[in-house]
């Protein structure tokens, strides 16, 4: 299982709206290294969602319901399925992410406008440690 982390602005797509939908799909993407990302996703692999927007946090936790496919709306682009499993509370910020100087190198601190990434396992244990009753 792989882990991502996608960002969404909570005035376009909210963390509480998939919540209370319980899926999705993830479309509008059209930077090439994000929809490279997008196609590496397999059904199972977990997500991050983190709103962006001047929130810059990491609110919850969806999975992947469905095997890539193109973006109907845009034929360079590409969707997936994602299913609401959790909330992270208390959110994780930002600026605590950096305040560890343990990721610096990960795509999130690096390219602060990449909508969708891959996830560091470093960074997965670190949640782990740090919400162990979370399903992770």
Same mark, same amino acid.
């Given at each position: 299982?792989?882990?991502?982390?996608?960002?969404?602005?909570?005035?376009?797509?909210?963390?509480?709206?998939?919540?209370?939908?319980?899926?999705?799909?993830?479309?509008?993407?059209?930077?090439?290294?994000?929809?490279?990302?997008?196609?590496?996703?397999?059904?199972?692999?977990?997500?991050?969602?983190?709103?962006?927007?001047?929130?810059?946090?990491?609110?919850?936790? @969806?999975? !992947?319901?469905?095997?890539?496919?193109?973006?109907? =709306?845009? +034929?360079?682009?590409? $969707?997936?399925?994602?299913?609401?499993?959790?909330?992270?509370?208390?959110?994780?910020?930002?600026?605590?992410?950096?305040?560890?100087?343990?990721?610096?190198?990960? @795509?999130? !601190?690096?390219?602060?406008?990449?909508?969708?990434? =891959?996830? +560091?396992?470093?960074? $997965?244990?670190?949640?782990?440690?740090?919400?162990?009753?979370?399903?992770?």
């Amino acid at each position: 299982m792989a882990y991502f982390l996608a960002k969404t602005d909570p005035d376009t797509y909210s963390i509480d709206e998939l919540k209370r939908d319980g899926a999705t799909t993830w479309d509008g993407v059209t930077n090439a290294q994000a929809v490279a990302v997008i196609r590496c996703m397999k059904p199972g692999d977990r997500v991050f969602i983190y709103h962006s927007g001047g929130q810059s946090k990491i609110l919850g936790l @969806a999975k !992947i319901t469905s095997a890539p496919r193109p973006d109907p =709306a845009n +034929p360079k682009s590409a $969707v997936v399925d994602l299913e609401f499993t959790g909330e992270i509370d208390p959110p994780v910020t930002l600026p605590e992410i950096k305040a560890t100087g343990l990721f610096d190198d990960w @795509a999130l !601190i690096r390219q602060g406008r990449l909508s969708t990434m =891959a996830v +560091p396992q470093a960074f $997965v244990d670190w949640m782990k440690k740090r919400y162990p009753k979370a399903k992770l």
